[in-house]
Structures are given as C-alpha cells and as structure tokens.
C-alpha cells in the first residue's frame, strides 16, 4: 500500500504561480511514475503531468512550458510548480503514484485562479 498527501493548493491571481506537493509513504519502493491529474466542475479529468521515477516528465499540452514537474526520490515526495496560471487552470488537483498496474491518489487539492 502506498498512503499520498497533497499540499499546496488555494487562490491566486491570474499570471501567479503555485507549488504543490505529493508525499508518499509505505511501499514506496514499488513507486514508478508519479504525477497530477486535475477535474474541473463540469469537464472532464485530464492528465496534468507524469515523472518516472528516472526523471523522465510529461506533459498536457494545456501545462506545457508553464508547468514543471520534479520528484526528489529520497524525500518521496513529487513537486509540480504552476507559473503564469490562467483561470482555466481552476481545478482539483490530484496527485497519484503508479505501483505496476495500480494508481494510488492523494486527497485532492483546490487550486483557484481568480481576479
């Protein structure tokens, strides 16, 4: 079992920037890839970013050059860094960990981006 708590979320303006973190506790040794999905109310949820655990990232295209995702292995813990947000970024963000064909979820963190 693998146990995931996000930080980080809340309320920024537009072009602001948050941080949210993923640490991971118990059979973290069996963790490949980590990352975020996000759901707005309304649409549906879609794949923010990936990092295996040798540090290879993806992206959404809608995340691409304004989000950076990053995983320090000794920690266990991944980071995902949102700079110049927009409205549109308004969402659940959800932190999971990939364990062979099974994803474990953190509690889901709300990030708002409003004037």
């Known amino acids: 079992q693998v146990q995931l708590v996000e930080s980080g979320g809340g309320l920024v303006q537009p072009g602001g920037s948050l941080r949210l973190s993923c640490a991971a506790s118990g059979s973290i040794f069996r963790i490949r890839d980590m990352g975020w999905y996000r759901q707005a109310p309304g649409k549906q949820r879609e794949l923010v970013a990936n990092?295996?655990?040798?540090?290879?990232?993806d992206y959404s295209d809608s995340v691409k050059g304004r989000f950076t995702i990053s995983r320090d292995n000794a920690k266990n813990t991944a980071y995902l860094q949102m700079n110049s947000l927009k409205p549109e970024d308004t969402a659940v963000y959800y932190c999971?960990?990939?364990?062979?064909?099974?994803?474990?979820w953190g509690q889901g963190t709300q990030v708002t981006v409003s004037s």
């Open positions: 999971y960990a990939k364990v062979l064909l099974t994803n474990y």
């Open positions: 990092i295996t655990r040798g540090g290879n990232t």
